[in-house]
Nanobody, 129 residues
Framework: QVDVVESGGGLVQPGGSLRLSCKASGSGFTLDYWTVGWFRQAPGKEREGVSSIKNTDGTAYYSESVKGRFTISRDIAKNTVYLQMNDLTPEDTATYYC????????????????????WGQGTQVTVSS
């Protein structure tokens, strides 16, 4: 069993920044073995993959809508993954979820929800003036 907890959401003005955190815990859990992904779901829309960081080498993947604005990183010692979000727009308003998968997920898989085993409860990000 792996527990996943997101934090860092809030209200921010357009053009602003937020940093989300995803802390995972469980017996023997380590980011060396687990891939972590960020997803988001806006009202009335399906959940979509935003970014992911691969367990083996920290390779990062991004959706086209956030590429160049969001940065995913990890602190293996803290079992925590971060999502730095810059230049936010109202279209980024959503509930952001963190999820984990045991093993690597490559470019054609990281954005598919079905591959992730454990999910957090989500953190709300609202971009509004």
């Amino acid at each position: 069993q792996v527990d996943v907890v997101e934090s860092g959401g809030g209200l921010v003005q357009p053009g602003g920044s937020l940093r989300l955190s995803c802390k995972a815990s469980g017996s023997g859990f380590t980011l060396d073995y687990w891939t972590v992904g960020w997803f988001r779901q806006a009202p009335g829309k399906e959940r979509e993959g935003v970014s992911s960081i691969k367990n083996t080498d920290g390779t990062a993947y991004y959706s086209e809508s956030v590429k160049g604005r969001f940065t995913i990183s990890r602190d293996i010692a803290k079992n925590t993954v971060y999502l730095q979000m810059n230049d936010l727009t109202p279209e980024d308003t959503a509930t952001y979820y963190c999820a984990t998968e045991l093993g690597p997920l490559d470019g054609g898989m990281w954005y598919e929800e079905e591959y992730y085993d454990y999910w957090g409860q989500g953190t709300q990000v609202t971009v509004s003036s």
